[in-house]
């Protein structure tokens, strides 16, 4: 099992990584729009459109490592009373295979609108990208978090000992 959470660490680092080059190119597109803009009035013509794409693949590549390791924001209305009653982990588990399988839902409607963009052929405006590209890798990444939301809670419900903190690094 220590081998699956190695492996699956190892795997988090790849959509890091794209997330990171994707920030870096938003960066420096921004940069460089401003200083064209400003010092010789020829702004980047398809600015808005990458800073679109690029501010999806920066969230949507990183929603499954969020997940698997909890960094979402929490309310904490209920915890004294799962403290007091010493049901932590049900709670975590209950709330990570609900939001795994709610998630369910909008990877169907994203299926569709990716097969619904690749049938009418639509391509952004000035770079002529794909938008079922686009929307393609948003389901891909929604299914995935659902997965790892359900196989986390799954982890909670049936070995909460993997869970410690060395091992959710």
């Known amino acids: 099992m220590e081998t699956l959470i190695a492996l699956a660490r190892g795997a988090s680092r790849l959509p890091v990584a794209l997330a990171c080059l994707a920030l870096f190119a938003l ?13 010789f009035n020829a702004p ?8 679109r794409v690029l501010m999806a693949v920066m969230v949507f590549s990183c929603l499954p490592v969020i997940s698997a390791r909890g960094g979402h924001i929490a309310v904490d209305l209920f915890d004294g009373i799962f403290d007091r009653l010493h049901l932590n982990r049900l709670r975590e588990a209950s709330i990570n295979i609900v939001c795994g399988v709610m998630l ?18 639509d391509v952004t405006e000035y770079l002529s990208i794909p938008v079922h590209l686009v929307t393609g890798f948003i389901t891909v990444s929604v299914a995935l978090t659902a997965a790892v939301m359900v196989a986390i809670g799954l982890v909670h419900l049936f070995a909460p000992h993997l869970l410690d903190e060395d091992l959710a690094r």
């Not at 960066?27 to 200083?35: G, N, S």
């Not at 369910?104 to 052929?121: D, I, Q, S």
Request: hydrophobic fraction near 50%; charged fraction near 20%; proline fraction near 3%.
């Open 104 to 121: 369910v839902w909008p990877t169907e409607r994203l299926w569709m609108l990716t097969g619904r963009a690749r049938g009418y052929g």
């Open 44 to 51: 980047i013509q398809a600015a808005t459109e990458l800073t």
């Open 27 to 39: 960066m420096a597109m921004t940069f460089a729009d401003v200083i064209l803009r400003s010092a």
